[in-house]
């Protein structure tokens, strides 16, 4: 049975995107590994690799973590911003789980795309937002079935659709 402790920052990115593909991912049903996506995702990873930051309690990987003036700042750095909510949500799981882990008074976010910045404020209402997107994951990942594939625009650059379509 799936549970909270498995959920990933790929994962919370993927179920703000689509349900079928982040079932898909919780499964271990992999993407097609020729994508032109996944390819620039792997380059960009060993080339960043070495600077990412892990952590002793979860599987938290991410671009940067910074204290400013007694609060800590998480930097995120993406490719795109094709789907901004995705990566606001990924961003705040990875706060989310430092807050609640190392009882954090205060943490931001930001995540950069080029000369975009979006800030991401560590707060009560997007920490229970979270919590709850949390709980979905689950739910969803422990359903026997993937959900039926919903056409988007986002669909057909996606290394998963001979999984939908």
Not at 149 to 157: D, G, L, M, R, T
Request: hydrophobic share 35%; charged share 25%.
């Amino acid at each position: 049975m799936f549970n909270q402790d498995q959920v990933s920052g790929t994962l919370v990115n993927y179920f703000t995107t689509c349900k079928r593909e982040a079932w898909l991912y919780a499964h271990q049903i992999h993407a097609r590994q020729d994508d032109e996506n996944i390819l620039m995702g792997k380059a960009l990873a060993s080339i960043k690799e070495p600077n990412l930051q892990d952590f002793p309690f979860s599987n938290l990987k991410f671009d940067k973590l910074s204290k400013l003036k007694g609060h800590y700042q998480i930097t995120e750095y993406k490719k795109t911003l094709k789907n901004k909510e995705a990566a606001i949500n990924q961003l705040l799981f990875y706060m989310y789980i430092l807050k609640t882990n190392l009882k954090l008074k205060l943490i931001s976010g930001k995540v950069i795309c080029g000369k975009t910045v979006l800030s991401v404020e560590g707060n009560d209402e997007n920490f229970v937002k979270m919590k709850l997107t949390i709980e979905d994951i689950v739910s969803l990942v422990n359903e026997p079935k993937a959900p039926p594939p919903v056409a988007k625009k986002i669909c057909k650059n996606c290394a998963y659709n001979d999984y939908c379509f």
